[in-house]
Every structure is written in structure tokens, then in C-alpha cells.
């Protein structure tokens, strides 16, 4: 096949082509600036040039003679870098130098902050007068080559390469809740008591604010693993996204569960919560209203405080106004107006469930109260995970 361009035999139209490359890429705008100046100076003079642009005569002459030796192309005119031919040195003592090295071999990617009192130290045991600042420590590291270190491995032919960060989905910039069950964002509460540490997980559905919680002793990502399995059993949507931080306890074992329901799961950047901010919002208020004031029965009787924590999630759910709705509106309230909830109730279940009944689900059984029809009970018979688990939709 041959190749033929349209603009064979316009006449100057390779040195049109080449002007507007010059123009666009290799002509600043100060150099247009003071072709504009010399324009004018030679139009109108000496006087009318230095008096518009104040620039003085010997600076026209040189920008004139600079033009001149360009053949008059503009781009003689950009400005020349003023970095000076001979910089200063910073000169320390070779002592200093070798223990920033091996500081930093032994540390790796220690900061300058945290270098200089191991530094100072140094210098006072060596007898060497002065130690160099932190941020001169910066610019000695970087002097140095920056001295970072990233792990390695050996590939299968022998090289040795870089161990690249485990890449993650991030949460894309258009993410926005549209139904329920579209999007629920996962997230874990810690408190610690005499070095004892006890968590509470929490779930909630960022379009309806439906919320999930349960504490329990774990926060392993078997333990959300369970605790999630059990919330796509009784949540009336199909849930489609799942957003979380890059916390160990939404790897492995939850990762693998979200695959296998073919789930999104989203992970938000390093130190963004406002990324995470309807979950991130919903433990600070769970925490002011009742975690708060019944941290004792925490630590000591966990089953007690789930049993407690029933009630208020039934509260939050079914009683309270949110604000996202205009204090009008309670998260069951949306959640059982949307047609697809509607839709989804059997043919007899039409006014509620009307009676109670009794699923078994391996080793999880569920519970439905008649006086509360959207209420669930679950009590986990693997006390190794959790005990109660008692949850609201």
C-alpha cells in the first residue's frame, strides 16, 4: 500500500510547517515580549522604547546584537539560564557522610527528621564540632544520590528487580450511590482499654444510610469476611460496589469473597478518609451516641453489648431522621420506598412478615421477629468469631 500526502506540491508548505513548530515549542513568551520591544524601537526610536517598556539602551543593544547573531529568528531572544557555571559545595566532614549512609542502609528511607538526633549523638561521640540541621541532611541525601532503598527480588531469568506496591482499584472521582445496594462502604472501629483491644465492624449503605454493626474481638479479615457474608444474605438489594480503606482487614479472606460474588471492591487513597466520609461519619456518630457510654460492657460482656447495640441500630434504621433526607426521612424509610425492595417481598409477605420464622444457614441461624418485621437476629455458633450478632434493615 502507498502512502501519499495531501499536501505533496503546495509550495511552502514545509516551511510554513516548520515556522509553526518554532513558534508553538521553542519560543517563550519573553522572547516574543522583546521582539515586540525592538519592533517598537525601531519604529518609533530610542526615546519612545526606553520610555513605554523602561528598558534601557544597553539592554536593547545587547537583545539587537543577540538577534542579529540568530540570523533574526525570535528564538535567539529566550532567555539564558543563570545557573552559574561554578556552584558551592556543601563540605562536611566525611564521618557525617558515612553514618547518613549507613543510617539509611540500615533504616531504609529513614527521614532527615528522624536521622539528626541519631546524627547529633554521633557527632558528640566522634568529637566532631558541628552537626548538620535536618534540612541540610535532606540536601545531603540528595547530594548523596537520595540513598533510597526499595525491596528486591530475582526473576526466573536471574535479574534482579524491584518489588512494586500490590496495585488496588481505587474509588473513581464519579462514584455516586444511585440505588440501594449500589455502593456500601466497610470500615472498623478500634478501642483499646489496659492493652486490650476490642473492634467493632461497621457496613453502611451509602444511599439509603441502612447501617450494620457488631463488636467482636477480631478484626481479621476472616471475622469481616463472616460478618459481610451474613449482610449479603440479609440485605433486600444486590450489592453491587464495596468501598474500604487499605486496612489487612479487608484483604485475603473478604477480597476473596467479594471476588467470588463478583463484587466491586474499591479501596480509597493512603490517608484520605474524607474518601470513606458517609462510614467514616457513621462511626463517629455510633460512637458519640452509644459505643461511648457502654465501653465497659465492651471488654467485659460482649455479648451484652451486641444484644444493647440491637436496639440502638433498630433506633438508627427504623426511628431516627437523617439528615440526608432533610431530618424527614429514616434509612428504612427509603430503603423499603424503592421499588426494587417492593418488588423483591414474596406475594404473602405484601403487609411485612407476619410470622416468625427460623433459617438455618450452615452454622448461622436467623431469626425473624413478627412484632418487628425487618429486624434480624443472628447468633453465630462459632464463638471463636463472634457470639451475637444482631443487625437491622
Not at 496495585?167 to 489496659?194: C, F, S
Not at 417481598?345 to 405484601?350: Q, R
Request: hydrophobic share 35%; aromatic share 12%; proline share 4%.
Amino acid at each position: 500500500m502507498k502512502i501519499h500526502c495531501k499536501y505533496t506540491g503546495i509550495r511552502g508548505f514545509v516551511t510554513v510547517y516548520n515556522r509553526a513548530v518554532r513558534y508553538a515549542y521553542m519560543i517563550t513568551a519573553e522572547a516574543k515580549r522583546r521582539l515586540k520591544i525592538l519592533n517598537h524601537w525601531s519604529r518609533y526610536g530610542l526615546e519612545s522604547a526606553t520610555d513605554a517598556f523602561e528598558i534601557s539602551e544597553r539592554t536593547l543593544w545587547y537583545w539587537k546584537s543577540k538577534l542579529d547573531k540568530g540570523e533574526g529568528k525570535p528564538e535567539a531572544l529566550n532567555p539564558e539560564k543563570r545557573t552559574p557555571q561554578r556552584k558551592r559545595k556543601r563540605i562536611w566532614d566525611a564521618r557525617i557522610l558515612e553514618e547518613i549512609k549507613k543510617l539509611r542502609e540500615k533504616h531504609p528511607n529513614l527521614g532527615a527528621e528522624k536521622i539528626y538526633p541519631l546524627l547529633l549523638d554521633f557527632a558528640d561521640a566522634e568529637g566532631i564540632g558541628k552537626c548538620p540541621s535536618s534540612s541540610t541532611i535532606e540536601r545531603l541525601i540528595a547530594d548523596m544520590g537520595g540513598l533510597r532503598i526499595s525491596p528486591r527480588k530475582i526473576s526466573h531469568f536471574g535479574k534482579v528487580k524491584k518489588v512494586n506496591r500490590q496495585k488496588v482499584l481505587r474509588k473513581p472521582k464519579d462514584l455516586v450511590a444511585r440505588y440501594p445496594g449500589h455502593v456500601l462502604a466497610l470500615d472498623t472501629i478500634e478501642k483499646q482499654r489496659n492493652g486490650r483491644r476490642m473492634y467493632i465492624l461497621t457496613v453502611i449503605d451509602i444511599f439509603t444510610r441502612t447501617t450494620f454493626a457488631i463488636g467482636t474481638k477480631s478484626h481479621s479479615s476472616k471475622t469481616f469476611a463472616h460478618f459481610f457474608f451474613l449482610i449479603m444474605q440479609l440485605f433486600p438489594d444486590e450489592i453491587k460496589n464495596v468501598l474500604t480503606d487499605n486496612g489487612s482487614e479487608f484483604k485475603k479472606s473478604l477480597d476473596q469473597l467479594l471476588k467470588r460474588e463478583n463484587i466491586i471492591h474499591y479501596h480509597t487513597y493512603p490517608k484520605t478518609p474524607k474518601m470513606n466520609a458517609h462510614c467514616e461519619s457513621f462511626n463517629g456518630t455510633i460512637q458519640d451516641e452509644f459505643v461511648d457510654y457502654h465501653a465497659n460492657l465492651l471488654f467485659d460482656d460482649i455479648t451484652s453489648f451486641n444484644e444493647k447495640m440491637k436496639e440502638y441500630l433498630e433506633f438508627y434504621n427504623t426511628k431516627r431522621v437523617h439528615w440526608a433526607f432533610g431530618n424527614k426521612l429514616t434509612p428504612l424509610e427509603v430503603l423499603s420506598g424503592s421499588d426494587y425492595y417492593v418488588s423483591k417481598l414474596p406475594v404473602e409477605c405484601k403487609n411485612g412478615w407476619g410470622h416468625a420464622k427460623i433459617c438455618k444457614m450452615g452454622q448461622i441461624q436467623v431469626v425473624w421477629w413478627s412484632s418487628y418485621p425487618h429486624i434480624f437476629y443472628v447468633r453465630y455458633f462459632r464463638k471463636d468469631i463472634i457470639n451475637v450478632l444482631v443487625d437491622t434493615l
